[in-house]
């Protein structure tokens, strides 16, 4: 195989690298997808004359919109194309803090051309900042942090090629991952980070964690450092986030196959071939994008081959004690995690929504066994409950699917460590890479982002439809209605008899992102609160305000070219979910992603993360680009959500 560019590689592209999918060779399933196609039509038209699904019917979006006073605070920015951030007049933003920033007094200093080294790795900001949210206390407030993954090129000597050399190159990369808590404080000067705060913690690679739930102790858990399968070492690939309502911070494991390799050829039984394949854990004697087992036992699967099922939780994080243990909570599913939304259940009960951000996976719904009591004992409230996945029917409706022993023919063990392949036994929908779910908290409902699904649709040389990692055909289904959907969709469901724990749903499609310019009509022209002047593609991050406005972050195309043309680089809007109107409301620089967003204790302030950012942000010539939180706020410092 030629060399990897891994630093050009999306996650995405590199599994299916890795893992082709077989193109689906039965005939009938090409006719179903014919059939299919004319039942969206039909679905699309229904969704268009109104109110029959859900009220606001989007195709007719515009009128509504026309009717209503706007409820933004703020005139629609221009897309960008350069280098900085932009934000709208009468808004202003500065850096909080940058990859390698300070911790503690002790740390070392960064570099701007070489960045930090492995010694005091652990006492600096991390890198690729991702999903995040604010606690506050007595007047202390704590921004909790994920570093989602390392850029090799950056931080490793450059005639490397981002190849880790030496195990402490590993641990250089392993320090810059996982999860900050930082207090950070406003002053006359603007808000910082408290060096040096009691609260102060990095979570990385190497850091204790606790398992609980239907998984810990199973056999598949155990390996030869943890022969009782309940401790682990290390969050990984922390992309989005979550909170609890007992002030509890989840991080969410998302590409943590990517970190596992083998050094030999390997032998497997049946179940870690399976899981392997299905987890897109790469079994070629390979160095990957990471290349930690090359010099880190425990990542290599030939000598630890049960330390992968250790990784793709959603890990709870207790911000105020720095010496509490993170639990992974197998309850809540292994998958490619992409952020945990709560809601509380009439009753109580707490419902988590999560995304599984790979094409064609699924969406699922957690619901505790045991009800939320304010002040009362929630450590195991997380531990047993039952999980669901999401069957969206092509007329509106939809159905969370228990994935019990009965249902799925697997144990609950089983069910939580192979999550993916019990919802492949219930038959769930196949969605366009669920990435955040966000819940409003001003109606019942919640929201997801499809990103985008380049293989949905699409037909390999022979003409047969592309699969997902099951075998399952992506055929275009009604939530995702388009073939090599290169734009994304925002999906909105609310739950029957206004209860998160119902079984069944009705849905509609907030958005289709799409390009009016390039296309005139048809479904990739999007939905109708799609304009010139709002285009935007790849919507990832997303929260909903205590207004109950919708904040949707894209990770995207940024090259503003071709059916991108117009869009600018990835930035953040605005949506109101009455009207359905979106407005651009921030721009990040050109080769960034926007993601993570949570507000200060007097909403006064937006916390927004620039992952991953080209040229030199935010140094300016000569530095190394580094990866940011930026703040956000009104120069009269009203609301800002
Ligand atoms: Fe880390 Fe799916 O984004
Ligand atoms: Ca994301
Ligand atoms: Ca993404």
């Known amino acids: 195989m030629p060399k990897i560019n891994y ?26 997808r014919a059939v299919s196609r004319r039942g969206f039509l039909g679905g699309a038209l229904a969704f268009g004359s109104g109110a029959a699904v859900m009220g606001a019917g989007l195709l007719n979006g515009s009128s509504a919109m026309a009717a209503q006073v706007s409820r933004f605070a703020f005139e629609q920015l221009a897309p960008q194309t350069d280098g900085t951030v932009h934000v709208p007049n009468g808004y202003n933003w500065d850096v909080l803090v940058r990859w390698g920033d300070p911790l503690f007094s002790d740390a070392p200093a960064f570099d701007p051309a070489t960045g930090i080294p492995t010694a005091g790795s652990d006492r600096v900001f991390g890198e690729n900042t991702d999903g995040m949210e604010l606690f506050h206390q007595r007047g202390t407030e704590l921004l909790v942090v994920n570093s989602e993954y390392v850029n090799g090129k950056i931080n490793l000597p450059a005639e490397q090629e981002g190849q880790p050399a ?47 739930g239907p998984a810990a102790g199973h056999d598949l858990m155990k390996t030869a450092a943890d022969p009782t399968g309940t ?87 207790d911000p105020w004690n720095p010496d509490a243990t993170p639990v992974k909570h197998t309850a809540l599913g292994r998958f490619k995690h992409e952020n945990a939304a709560y809601a509380l259940a009439p009753d109580g009960r707490v419902v988590v929504y999560m995304g599984d951000d790979e094409r064609g996976e699924y969406m699922y719904k957690w619901v505790s066994r045991d009800i939320y009591v304010p002040g009362g004992d929630t450590s195991t409230l997380l531990s047993e409950g039952q999980l669901h996945v999401a069957k969206f029917n092509d007329d509106g409706t939809g159905i969370w699917i228990g994935l019990t022993r009965e249902d799925t023919g697997m144990t609950e063990a089983e069910i939580a460590i192979f999550t993916r392949m019990a919802g492949t036994a219930v038959s769930a929908t196949t969605m366009d890479r669920p990435e955040w779910i966000a819940v409003n908290p001003t109606a019942v409902e919640a929201y997801c982002c499809l990103t985008n699904n380049s293989r949905r649709g699409a037909l390999d040389d022979s003409g047969e439809i592309r699969t997902n990692a099951a075998g399952e055909p992506m055929v275009p289904n009604a939530p995702n209605p388009r073939e090599v959907n290169r734009y994304g969709q925002i999906v909105r469901w609310r739950p029957h008899n206004d209860d998160h724990a119902a079984s069944t749903f009705d849905w509609d499609l907030y958005v289709m992102a799409g390009n009016p310019d390039v296309y005139t009509d048809g479904l990739y022209a999007g939905t109708a609160n799609i304009n010139a002047g709002n285009m935007f593609n790849s919507p990832d991050g997303m929260q909903i305000d205590s207004t109950g406005l919708i904040w949707i972050q894209t990770d995207g195309d940024d090259d503003n070219e071709g059916d991108f043309l117009g869009m600018g680089n990835n930035q953040m809007l605005a949506g109101d979910p009455v009207t359905g109107e979106i407005r651009r409301f921030l721009t990040g620089p050109n080769g960034s992603e926007v993601t993570g967003l949570t507000w200060s204790a007097d909403r006064r302030t937006m916390f927004v993360g620039i992952q991953h950012p080209g040229g030199s942000f935010p140094d300016g010539e000569g530095s190394l680009p580094r990866s940011s939180i930026v703040v956000v706020k009104r120069d009269d410092n009203a609301l800002v959500g």
Not at 13 to 32: C, G, I, N, T, Y
Not at 259 to 285: N, P, W
Request: aromatic share 12%; glycine share 8%.
């Open 7 to 32: 630093d050009e590689l999306s996650f995405d592209d590199e599994d299916e690298l890795k893992f082709p999918r077989d193109a689906v060779q039965d005939f009938d399933r090409v006719v179903e």
């Open 231 to 317: 401790q682990s070492l290390g969050t990984f690939n922390n992309c989005g986030s979550g909170r609890t309502p007992w002030g509890t911070y989840l991080t969410c494991e998302e590409n943590f196959n990517g970190y596992f390799g083998t050094t030999e050829e390997l032998s497997l039984d049946e179940v870690h071939a399976a899981g392997f394949k299905r987890y897109g854990v790469s079994t070629d004697v390979d160095p990957g994008r990471y290349n930690y087992h090359g010099y880190d036992a425990r990542f290599d699967i030939s000598k630890n081959p049960n330390e992968p099922h250790r990784a793709g939780y959603i890990v709870e994080i």
């Open 166 to 212: 030496s195990a402490d190159d590993v641990t250089r990369l392993q320090n810059f991952q996982g999860v900050t808590v930082m207090e950070v404080a406003e002053s006359d000067e603007g808000w910082d980070v408290v060096v040096d705060s009691p609260y102060t913690r990095r979570i990385h690679h190497r850091t204790p964690m606790a398992i609980d």
